[in-house]
């Protein structure tokens, strides 16, 4: 049984005096919490034993706050309790329902944008992808302010595409319009979204083909056999250890320690996609390069000295778009001729895969299990996966830019 109480929260009291008036829920065990109601007093106002404000130029203002509150609270407690959704709703929904009742908000009003984002966002783990969605939160807030999830229609997202456009790319748009939908899903499926028109039946969110970026064998091997400086050259070095370790993902390179590394193999998982294990054979190219760069702490030194790893990724690839012959101007200056001036890291990964399934004619089945892009299906439970054709397919590649 769910019950309610308004008390005066004396545990919270301000530099002022004053104390806030909550509201207590409880119902059943480790299911309770407290809702402030936007009323301070201080204690001598505050009649304990009834509830009620006793004194003070707004008591009967307060009181007749407080009585509506708790006859609305009342209201929606039974109805949630009639259709049962007060036994199996998450207690942080039941809040949520409860805030907006105290905030005035009717049967028919829906949560708000600012709202749903932070309840959603405080369910993520992964950092990353938290500071996705709170960006995307703050474009709405900054064209829109706080608006009602309600009020999202096929027209409100056109024009929210619109507003996009100024300063992203198709697949960026895609991006926080994926998140929106997300956050909408949400909702509905807490059930603080009811009645609505699901604008993404109709809405088709803007997409493009990501560029490639593959290099020819030929240009792998000018960046490998490129005549660098020293300084440059571990950035280059870097490069190539990603396409040596079959178009490792940059950021899993960076994140290896040395119980990754054991019997001539390096076998990790995709942080972004917490997949299977992946097993790369190490071989001569590569083991030089460890070797050449080997880490305390990681199997790589480069996020030794604690820094993070987003940092030495960016470095690189400032580096990779400047490399190439150049001569020195006033004060020693370098004016470079960059050789490959959209060189990223990512362009391992995407060359390795390129140069495997088109010059070295491996299929794609083996290249996507080098890359860790197999899923882990009902097949892949009963079939021990063999790691001959994935060595093979590795030594290939690497052979075919000799």
Same mark, same amino acid.
């Given at each position: 049984?769910?019950?309610?109480?308004?008390?005066?929260? *004396?545990?919270?009291?301000?530099?002022?005096?004053?104390?806030?008036?909550?509201?207590?829920?409880?119902?059943?065990?480790?299911?309770?919490?407290?809702?402030?109601?936007?009323?301070?007093?201080?204690?001598?106002?505050?009649?304990?034993?009834?509830?009620?404000?006793?004194?003070?130029?707004?008591?009967?203002?307060?009181?007749?706050?407080?009585?509506?509150?708790?006859?609305? #609270?009342?209201?929606?407690?039974?109805?949630?309790?009639?259709?049962?959704?007060?036994?199996?709703?998450?207690?942080?929904?039941?809040?949520?329902?409860?805030?907006?009742?105290?905030? $005035?908000?009717?049967?028919?009003?829906?949560?708000?944008?600012?709202?749903?984002?932070?309840?959603?966002?405080?369910?993520?783990?992964?950092?990353?992808?938290?500071?996705?969605?709170?960006? *995307?939160?703050?474009?709405?807030?900054?064209?829109?302010?706080?608006?009602?999830?309600?009020?999202? +229609?096929?027209?409100? #997202?056109?024009?929210?595409?619109?507003?996009?456009?100024?300063?992203?790319?198709?697949?960026?748009?895609?991006?926080?319009?994926?998140?929106?939908?997300?956050?909408?899903?949400?909702?509905?499926?807490?059930?603080?979204?009811? +009645?609505?028109?699901?604008?993404?039946?109709?809405?088709?969110?803007?997409?493009?083909?990501?560029?490639?970026?593959?290099?020819?064998?030929?240009?792998?091997?000018?960046?490998?056999?490129?005549?660098?400086?020293?300084?440059?050259?571990?950035?280059?070095?870097?490069?190539?250890?990603?396409?040596?370790?079959?178009?490792?993902?940059? $950021?899993?390179? =960076?994140? #290896?320690?040395?119980?990754?590394?054991?019997?001539?193999?390096?076998?990790?998982?995709?942080?972004?996609?917490?997949?299977?294990?992946?097993?790369?054979?190490?071989?001569?190219?590569?083991?030089?390069?460890?070797?050449?760069?080997?880490?305390?702490?990681?199997? #790589?030194? %480069? =996020?030794?000295?604690?820094?993070?790893?987003?940092?030495?990724?960016?470095?690189?690839?400032?580096?990779?778009?400047?490399?190439?012959? %150049?001569?020195?101007?006033?004060?020693?200056?370098?004016?470079?001729?960059?050789?490959?001036?959209?060189?990223?890291?990512?362009?391992?990964?995407?060359?390795?895969?390129?140069?495997?399934?088109?010059? =070295?004619?491996?299929?794609?089945?083996?290249?996507?299990?080098?890359?860790?892009?197999?899923?882990?299906?009902?097949?892949?439970?009963?079939?021990?996966?063999?790691?001959?054709?994935?060595?093979?397919?590795?030594?290939?590649?690497?052979?075919?830019?000799?």
């Amino acid at each position: 049984m769910a019950t309610i109480s308004i008390k005066l929260d *004396t545990r919270s009291t301000k530099k002022d005096g004053t104390s806030p008036i909550v509201v207590l829920f409880s119902h059943g065990k480790n299911r309770a919490f407290r809702i402030p109601i936007g009323i301070s007093l201080n204690a001598k106002e505050w009649d304990s034993t009834k509830g009620i404000v006793k004194s003070g130029i707004n008591k009967l203002s307060y009181n007749h706050l407080i009585s509506t509150i708790q006859s609305n #609270l009342k209201t929606k407690i039974f109805e949630l309790e009639v259709v049962g959704h007060l036994d199996s709703m998450p207690i942080e929904n039941i809040k949520t329902i409860l805030k907006r009742v105290i905030n $005035g908000g009717g049967d028919n009003d829906s949560p708000r944008v600012i709202e749903m984002f932070d309840l959603y966002i405080g369910g993520l783990t992964n950092a990353g992808t938290q500071r996705i969605y709170e960006l *995307t939160k703050r474009k709405i807030v900054e064209f829109y302010g706080d608006i009602l999830l309600s009020s999202i +229609n096929v027209a409100w #997202l056109k024009d929210f595409e619109r507003k996009l456009m100024r300063m992203h790319k198709k697949n960026g748009i895609n991006i926080h319009m994926r998140n929106l939908r997300a956050i909408i899903n949400d909702a509905m499926n807490r059930e603080l979204l009811t +009645n609505y028109n699901y604008p993404f039946r109709v809405y088709k969110m803007p997409k493009e083909q990501t560029a490639k970026r593959d290099l020819s064998i030929d240009d792998i091997r000018i960046i490998r056999d490129y005549d660098a400086e020293p300084e440059m050259r571990k950035y280059i070095d870097f490069f190539m250890l990603s396409f040596y370790l079959g178009g490792i993902n940059a $950021g899993d390179l =960076c994140l #290896l320690t040395h119980k990754d590394y054991y019997n001539g193999r390096i076998v990790y998982r995709r942080q972004k996609t917490k997949g299977l294990p992946i097993s790369i054979r190490v071989e001569p190219e590569a083991k030089e390069l460890i070797e050449k760069y080997k880490g305390t702490k990681y199997l #790589l030194h %480069y =996020c030794d000295n604690g820094s993070d790893y987003h940092t030495w990724l960016r470095r690189v690839d400032r580096k990779l778009k400047v490399f190439g012959p %150049y001569t020195l101007g006033k004060r020693g200056k370098k004016n470079r001729e960059p050789l490959y001036p959209f060189l990223s890291t990512y362009y391992a990964r995407h060359s390795f895969a390129t140069i495997a399934s088109e010059d =070295c004619d491996i299929s794609m089945d083996v290249v996507g299990r080098i890359l860790g892009h197999a899923e882990k299906t009902v097949t892949d439970i009963y079939i021990h996966r063999k790691t001959k054709k994935i060595d093979e397919a590795l030594r290939k590649v690497l052979d075919s830019i000799k």
